[in-house]
């Protein structure tokens, strides 16, 4: 049984996989979230530039593209946190679970949200950790203008008077990698440099695909791959329900 199997972890799902290019990509793809984080923490800390509780307006009329790395580190997530979600995105009717119809506040609106959104959790995000890069840059990188110079654009969302009480208030649309040092003493990371740093290590690996479209597949695919490794994962009826 594949429960049996005690894959809970993205690193069981990892050692499951055995000697395959996948486990290596899924490993590599966590060794650069997790550098990501701490070159972030170090610019939170410094900075104090968070998100605002409750926003979740990045969810909103988004769906991301995924390159293979990313998909294949949430496809492992998904698997090890929440078995029964992931063999629902495989095997059930996936244009039903990827409606990204949602009602807002305003019953007269009708507001498009990635699948993955969820209004009640802290983050507003059902996968928090098994997240792409995209949605772990936005607000919380830098990037690069027209001359290749470090720039940085406070987030969209982020409210002009919160903004305005900062220590410095930060009432500019855009500042340079100078201003940056003299205001927080730090840079964000650059968004350019941490996705150049994936694509490159995996040339002709790295085209997108949409997340409704490659997300089942990649699931379906690692259950084949953990099975030919010698371990035999219960594949679910098609016809089981709906995850919630």
Same mark, same amino acid.
């Given at each position: 049984?594949f @429960?049996?199997?005690h +894959?809970? @972890?993205?690193? /069981?799902i990892v050692?499951? +996989?055995?000697?395959?290019?996948?486990?290596?990509?899924?490993? !590599?793809?966590?060794?650069?979230?997790?550098?990501?984080?701490?070159?972030?923490?170090? =610019?939170?800390?410094?900075?104090?530039f968070? %998100?605002?509780?409750?926003c979740? %307006?990045?969810?909103?009329?988004?769906?991301?593209? +995924?390159?293979e790395g990313?998909?294949?580190?949430?496809a492992?997530w998904?698997?090890?946190?929440n078995?029964?979600?992931a063999?629902?995105?495989a095997?059930?009717d996936?244009?039903r679970?990827?409606?990204?119809?949602? $009602?807002?506040?305003?019953?007269?609106?009708?507001?498009?949200t %990635?699948? !993955?959104?969820?209004?009640?959790n802290a983050?507003? %995000?059902?996968i928090y950790?098994?997240?792409? !890069?995209?949605?772990?840059? !936005?607000?919380? @990188?830098?990037?690069?203008d *027209?001359?290749?110079?470090?720039? =940085? /654009?406070?987030? *969209?969302f982020?409210?002009?008077?919160t903004? $305005?009480n900062?220590?410095?208030?930060l009432?500019h649309?855009?500042?340079? *990698?100078?201003?940056l040092?003299?205001?927080?003493?730090t840079?964000p990371?650059?968004?350019?440099?941490?996705?150049?740093?994936?694509i490159g290590?995996?040339?002709?690996?790295t085209?997108?695909?949409a +997340?409704?479209?490659i997300?089942?597949?990649?699931?379906? /695919?690692?259950? =084949?791959?953990?099975s030919?490794?010698?371990?035999h994962?219960?594949?679910?009826?098609?016809d089981?329900?709906?995850? @919630?």
């Amino acid at each position: 049984m594949f @429960s049996e199997l005690h +894959l809970d @972890s993205v690193e /069981k799902i990892v050692e499951a +996989l055995g000697d395959t290019e996948e486990a290596e990509i899924i490993g !590599f793809i966590h060794k650069s979230y997790q550098e990501l984080n701490e070159s972030q923490n170090q =610019w939170l800390e410094k900075s104090d530039f968070h %998100c605002i509780d409750g926003c979740g %307006c990045c969810c909103h009329n988004f769906e991301p593209d +995924l390159l293979e790395g990313e998909v294949l580190y949430m496809a492992a997530w998904i698997i090890a946190n929440n078995q029964y979600l992931a063999d629902a995105l495989a095997f059930t009717d996936t244009q039903r679970l990827f409606s990204l119809e949602a $009602e807002s506040d305003n019953s007269d609106i009708t507001d498009k949200t %990635c699948i !993955f959104y969820n209004p009640n959790n802290a983050f507003h %995000c059902s996968i928090y950790e098994g997240r792409p !890069f995209i949605c772990r840059l !936005f607000g919380a @990188s830098a990037s690069k203008d *027209k001359h290749g110079e470090v720039c =940085w /654009k406070p987030c *969209k969302f982020y409210p002009a008077k919160t903004l $305005e009480n900062f220590k410095t208030p930060l009432n500019h649309r855009q500042y340079s *990698k100078q201003e940056l040092i003299d205001i927080f003493g730090t840079i964000p990371p650059i968004m350019s440099n941490v996705m150049e740093n994936v694509i490159g290590r995996y040339p002709g690996r790295t085209p997108t695909k949409a +997340l409704r479209t490659i997300l089942p597949e990649t699931i379906k /695919k690692i259950y =084949w791959l953990i099975s030919l490794n010698g371990n035999h994962p219960t594949i679910p009826n098609p016809d089981m329900p709906r995850a @919630s």
